[in-house]
């Protein structure tokens, strides 16, 4: 007797109509039809109608925006959770009110660490930080770890720095720390049960489906946090029953994983691959070659402004990056680097060419490295870039907190702070860009993110809202070497990963004459996008990963 066929799974087709499609397919397009996972129509509401029968689910969009989902190209999923359950800083204004809150955060549990996040000291009236001593009393004994704003310092109590050593470590002098005694810090803090951090990373998660998120790239590195973090983290991408349904049987959005390791030498880089035995995109990320201009750790040509005699750090030599990158180019994985400041940028470019004169340029091309931030390049820095094709994953919400004004560029770097962020420039000469918060560092608020592409603080590098909506979507794919090169667009047979959004009005947005390629008129038959300058963020409605419901507000189903 012979077993009988498994029958077939049932198919799951949805038409969603009655809204605004953004697709390249048909710009006027107000329905899409979902088979399975993947986008099987897009047109017409008269069309829409027609192909309608009782086999799919109908869902009614009301008028809404159905668009591709976002992408957040730097992302640290852990940590993320960490700030939105723990001591969240950002409106703390004084070394007084900050140490009210340690204070009241460790009234409120009965034990652990008190875990915090965000001050930043530039925005008050008297920048002067509390000692250990005085963070110690008001935790009452108690560990404490309050990172700033830009995570590349943080305060400590007295009992953390015991605990993690912190004495005789470069950068470890006072209470806040930085350089060696802020990883060994950052580490020890860091020091949680595999449930906990697994909770973190779903609190995360789920912040990131509510906001139309449907993919992560995770920027792990051994100075933030273990391997067994990272492993946490990719196991959120394991599938059962056909949709994208990982740990813990939570329907999540995709984590594009990467792992931020030293190579010396091809062998080295195999090894440490072989040893993580993670199916990691590169070693790339959050490998510094510097700091943060915050923290004034950024490698700059020149002094800092506010600091005479600070150019701040290179923890990488140019001959070290060199030869990660050559490794890499070899394997043909992507390498690439955290790099912020100007001097930093021009070590990671130096080490590009001595890479390219060990392998070969197409080599190094080929690979697709990508470096984070650079944060401050100049048009000669853009153009080398733009030679070995590497790809620049930044953070547009950075100028809108710190550009302009008298804000943070300003006071650390003077006139130069119109050279910080340089989208326009970027895009102009071709380097390959895309975007994402650096979450916990800024919000996971992508429309936010958009808005600040569209209305950066030096009108030179303002760009056009569809080319920052491309960069915050399909280009993160992209820059990821994601295999469907259909991912990041809704047309048919692409991946049925969207999000939608209750919108006020829906138009075409163009910043710059310069970039006009990336938002025509409308009559050349652009997709449309949200007005970003009516006072607040469209909201999500649903989003969608691969045809599994990652987060559902309600509202469409009622």
């Known amino acids: 007797m012979t077993d009988s066929p498994a029958a077939p799974a049932p198919r799951n087709v949805t038409l969603y109509r009655n809204g605004s499609v953004y697709t390249a397919a048909d710009p006027f397009a107000t329905a899409m039809l979902v088979d399975g996972d993947t986008v099987a129509w897009v047109g017409s509401e008269q069309a829409a109608t027609s192909i309608a029968d009782s086999s799919m689910e109908v869902i009614d969009l009301q008028g809404a925006l159905l668009a591709p989902g976002f992408v957040d190209s730097h992302i640290h999923l852990t940590e993320t959770g960490i700030a939105l359950e723990g001591l969240q800083l950002a ?160 329907a999540a959005p995709e984590i594009l994983p990467y792992w931020g390791e030293l190579a010396g030498s091809a062998e080295h880089a195999q090894s440490i691959l072989d040893e993580l035995g993670l199916p990691v995109l590169g070693l790339a990320g959050d490998l510094n070659i510097d700091g943060s201009i915050g923290s004034r750790t950024a490698a700059l040509r020149e002094d800092y402004t506010d600091a005479p005699g600070e150019r701040g750090n290179l923890y990488l030599s140019v001959a070290e990056a060199a030869a990660h990158l050559a490794a890499c180019s070899r394997l043909g994985i992507q390498a690439g680097f955290h790099v912020i400041g100007d001097a930093g940028l021009d070590a990671a470019l130096d080490a590009l060419d001595l890479a390219a004169a060990e392998v070969g340029e197409q080599r190094v091309r080929a690979a697709g490295h990508r470096f984070e931030h650079v944060e401050l390049a100049d048009a000669a820095a853009i153009s080398r870039l733009a030679r070995y094709s590497v790809s620049v994953s930044a953070q547009p919400v950075f100028d809108a907190l710190w550009g302009g004004g008298d804000r943070l560029y300003q006071q650390r770097l003077g006139s130069r702070r119109l050279g910080m962020n340089a989208f326009g420039s970027l895009y102009a000469a071709g380097v390959p860009i895309c975007f994402g918060s650096d979450s916990p560092v800024t919000p996971l608020r992508p429309w936010s993110s958009v808005r600040a592409c569209l209305q950066h603080t030096n009108p030179a590098e303002q760009i056009s809202a569809r080319a920052a909506f491309l960069g915050h979507t399909r280009a993160g794919w992209r820059a990821a070497r994601y295999p469907n090169p259909m991912a990041g667009q809704l047309v048919p047979g692409a991946p049925a990963s969207f999000a939608v959004w209750e919108v006020e009005e829906l138009m075409v947005q163009v910043a710059d004459g310069r970039v006009q390629s990336w938002s025509t008129d409308p009559r050349a038959r652009t997709p449309l996008l949200p007005a970003l300058d009516t006072g607040s963020d469209p909201a999500c409605l649903l989003t969608v990963r691969d045809g599994t419901e990652l987060y559902a507000s309600g509202a469409l189903h009622a």
Do not use: C, F
């Open 91 to 250: 409106g703390v204004h004084s070394s007084a009110e900050l140490l009210d809150a340690i204070a009241s955060a460790a009234a409120a549990s009965a034990d652990g660490p008190v875990l915090g996040h965000g001050w930043d000291e530039t925005t008050w009236a008297d920048p002067a930080l509390p000692s250990r001593d005085e963070i110690e009393r008001a935790a009452g004994g108690r560990q404490v770890y309050l990172s700033r704003v830009d995570v590349h310092s943080a305060l400590v109590s007295n009992s953390l720095a015991a605990s993690a050593g912190l004495d005789g470590l470069d950068g470890g002098a006072g209470s806040q720390v930085k350089r060696d005694a802020h990883t060994a810090a950052r580490l020890a803090a860091r020091r949680l049960p595999a449930d906990a951090l697994r909770a973190y990373q779903q609190r995360a998660l789920a912040e990131a489906a509510a906001n139309g998120y449907v993919a992560l790239a995770e920027m792990a590195a051994p100075h933030i946090g273990s391997i067994e973090d990272l492993r946490l983290a990719v196991a959120w991408n394991s599938t059962s029953g056909g949709g994208p349904t990982g740990a813990d049987g939570v």
